[in-house]
């Protein structure tokens, strides 16, 4: 079973004690000490010294002592022979109650046989006469904070033919989201129990997957200031937002694909969306830069990897062209609509291996539309409430939509874009009549142009001859809540049924545009509801079942008003 490891600096024995209960009320299964900020003092001050073994005594979970060098991404400037003679200490002094494993490099260790043969002193291994089995063992180590070490592999052979390792780790700083496959590689074909982990922004699926690939552990931190290496992520993120205790070999993954993709919801939905219906599987954040031959080349590795079960991804900007154009390389299917749009968001892999590349934002749009057009308006004067189910109100489910009702209705999208795009091919192809706003007269003439639409000015949309307005632009996003793309004029529409107002913007909840609509008595719906139902289409695609749209979306407004 892979463990969960939270790396703790040592500065000073109260803060360390402090750490190792709170690593083990996380959850964690063991701790590492990182005694290197304070070697040197150790090895001048007795008193550091025995704090240290006290430290290693009295630790609530197992451990591993580890001093790492300053030539090898640590903060010990000592000699090999000064922290091997530190690491033979403290085994000594805390025989019977001493750490689980001691971290030496394989640089240190392949340097001298007198130094090998005071790392055997240290720690158990299997040449001891005579024999015995005991704590410690020996992890064997490697790091490159650079890239991808050219031996890697002549590291990781030298380390599992050495007699005294017990365990192989090796991490390295990884250029693409493709090192990861080789870290899984590494731990499939492992002779002995191994730790491979990529660091850096393309590392965490190495570090969320090591479960998955039978690693004998992985690290995690405390909180983002206390990372030991780039790319750690905390325990709660591991255990919380990745599904660390449900992930298991046959644990299917999925992502969200962008450059940028940090700021994504995307992975918080999904995962919370596996775990409400128990759906094997987990969620992560795939960075990809955003030339096409990067994005090939790294979808097709992670769909060809035979032991990986990726099964789809979500994609956004700057990728969504590139997916249709993969997808249609590979000979799989691209939806008809899609295809018009010029724009995927969503990447499936089916069970037959075919591949299958849709588009969920416009129907996401259209659906919500839909449901709210049917519902009916309420009496009496005043506002109209906004569309929004309420909390504890959310249906469960997506309910079949009848988009027949666009039929006729008079549609202003606000916004050229790649969003305005998906709403104009939408709407248009289930019959209503859509007039593009834009500022820029050419990007609306080109938008309108493409599907047949009409086309004005910004400034030239008419409320009173308006059914529906959809609001594509990104005036009034976070942080910039004051602004809004359309004026109202402060005053209630003197007609008898008030356009429907839909901003796609999601981030604030509520934004300009809805509070001014709503004051002047038109109904509104979010834009949360537009990021929840296109997430709820892929989550019903990919595994099969109806999404938990309340779990969805009450996932999206905690993390706005948290």
């Keep these: 079973m892979t463990q969960l490891c939270?790396?703790?600096?040592?500065?000073?024995?109260?803060?360390?004690?402090?750490?190792?209960?709170?690593?083990?009320e996380a959850g964690a299964d063991l701790i590492e000490l990182r005694i290197d900020p304070i070697a040197e003092q150790a090895r001048g001050d007795a008193s550091v010294l025995d704090a240290l073994v006290a430290l290693v005594r009295e630790s609530p979970l197992p451990c591993i002592v580890t001093c790492r060098p300053a030539w090898e991404g640590g903060q010990d400037d000592g000699e090999d022979a000064e922290r091997i003679a530190l690491l033979e200490h403290l085994?000594?002094?805390?025989?019977?109650?001493?750490?689980?494993?001691?971290?030496?490099?394989?640089?240190?260790?392949?340097?001298?046989?007198?130094?090998?043969?005071?790392?055997?002193?240290?720690?158990?291994?299997?040449?001891?006469?005579?024999?015995?089995?005991?704590?410690?063992?020996l992890i064997l180590s490697s790091h490159d904070f650079e890239g991808r070490p050219p031996d890697l592999l002549r590291r990781v052979g030298d380390m599992a033919d050495a007699e005294g390792c017990r365990v192989v780790?090796?991490?390295?700083?990884?250029?693409?989201?493709?090192?990861?496959?080789?870290?899984?590689?590494?731990?499939?074909?492992?002779?002995?129990?191994?730790?491979?982990?990529?660091?850096?922004?393309?590392?965490?699926?190495?570090r969320v997957l090591a479960k998955k690939f039978g690693a004998?552990?992985?690290?995690?931190?405390?909180?983002?200031?206390?990372?030991?290496?780039?790319?750690?992520?905390?325990?709660?993120?591991?255990?919380?937002?990745?599904?660390?205790?449900?992930?298991?070999?046959?644990?299917?993954v999925y992502g969200v694909i962008g450059d940028p993709v940090g700021h994504s919801m995307s992975p918080a939905i999904h995962n919370a969306g596996f775990t409400a219906t128990g759906y094997d599987?987990?969620?992560?954040?795939?960075?990809?830069?955003?030339?096409?031959?990067?994005?090939?080349?790294?979808?097709?590795?992670?769909?060809?990897?035979?032991?990986?079960?990726?099964?789809?991804?979500s994609v956004t900007i700057p990728h969504k062209q590139h997916l249709l154009r993969f997808v249609r390389e590979q000979g799989g299917?691209?939806?008809?609509?899609?295809?018009?749009?010029?724009?995927?968001?969503?990447?499936?892999?089916?069970?037959?291996?075919?591949?299958?590349?849709?588009?969920?934002?416009?129907?996401?749009?259209?659906?919500?539309?839909?449901?709210?057009?049917?519902?009916?308006?309420?009496?009496?004067?005043?506002?109209?409430?906004?569309?929004?189910?309420?909390?504890?109100?959310?249906?469960?489910?997506?309910?079949?939509?009848?988009?027949?009702?666009?039929?006729?209705k008079r549609v202003a999208v606000l916004g050229a874009g790649g969003a305005a795009r998906a709403a104009v091919a939408g709407f248009t192809h289930y019959g209503a009549h859509v007039t593009v706003h834009n500022r820029t007269p050419d990007h609306a003439r080109a938008l309108a142009e493409a599907f047949d639409a009409n086309h004005a000015p910004l400034d030239a949309v008419d409320l009173d001859q308006t059914d529906?307005?959809?609001?594509?632009?990104?005036?009034?996003?976070?942080?910039?809540?004051?602004?809004?793309?359309?004026?109202?004029?402060?005053?209630?529409?003197?007609?008898?049924?008030?356009?429907?107002?839909?901003?796609?913007?999601?981030?604030?909840h509520e934004t300009r545009l809805l509070c001014d609509a709503k004051a002047a008595g038109c109904r509104t719906i979010p834009g949360v509801e537009m990021f929840v139902r296109q997430a709820a289409a892929q989550y019903a695609l990919w595994t099969g079942h109806d999404a938990p749209i309340d779990v969805f979306r009450q996932v999206v407004i905690d993390r706005m008003t948290g």
């Design 216 to 252: 004998l552990l992985t690290f995690a931190a405390l909180g983002d200031a206390d990372a030991t290496a780039p790319g750690q992520p905390t325990v709660e993120q591991l255990k919380t937002l990745y599904r660390w205790d449900h992930i298991g070999p046959d644990t299917k």
């Design 281 to 313: 599987g987990v969620y992560l954040p795939m960075r990809i830069p955003p030339e096409y031959e990067h994005f090939k080349a790294t979808v097709d590795a992670w769909l060809n990897d035979p032991r990986l079960e990726f099964r789809g991804a």
């Design 6 to 24: 939270v790396p703790i600096f040592v500065h000073d024995p109260a803060q360390t004690r402090g750490d190792a209960r709170r690593a083990q």
């Design 169 to 206: 780790k090796v991490a390295w700083h990884a250029r693409s989201l493709r090192d990861n496959l080789e870290a899984f590689e590494l731990l499939a074909a492992r002779h002995k129990p191994t730790i491979a982990l990529c660091m850096g922004a393309f590392g965490l699926p190495s």
């Design 91 to 137: 085994g000594t002094r805390c025989a019977g109650h001493g750490p689980a494993y001691f971290d030496v490099e394989l640089a240190a260790y392949q340097r001298s046989a007198n130094l090998r043969q005071k790392v055997h002193l240290v720690a158990d291994h299997p040449g001891q006469d005579p024999p015995r089995r005991r704590e410690p063992g």
């Design 468 to 508: 529906i307005l959809i609001n594509c632009t990104p005036v009034g996003m976070h942080p910039n809540v004051d602004a809004s793309p359309l004026d109202f004029g402060h005053r209630a529409l003197d007609i008898e049924n008030p356009p429907l107002v839909f901003d796609t913007i999601y981030n604030p």
């Design 333 to 408: 299917e691209v939806e008809p609509l899609a295809e018009r749009i010029g724009a995927a968001n969503t990447l499936h892999r089916r069970d037959d291996g075919t591949l299958y590349a849709g588009n969920t934002d416009y129907a996401a749009l259209l659906d919500a539309v839909c449901d709210a057009l049917n519902e009916p308006r309420p009496s009496g004067s005043g506002p109209a409430p906004s569309s929004s189910p309420s909390q504890g109100s959310a249906p469960s489910r997506p309910r079949l939509v009848d988009r027949e009702a666009l039929a006729g």
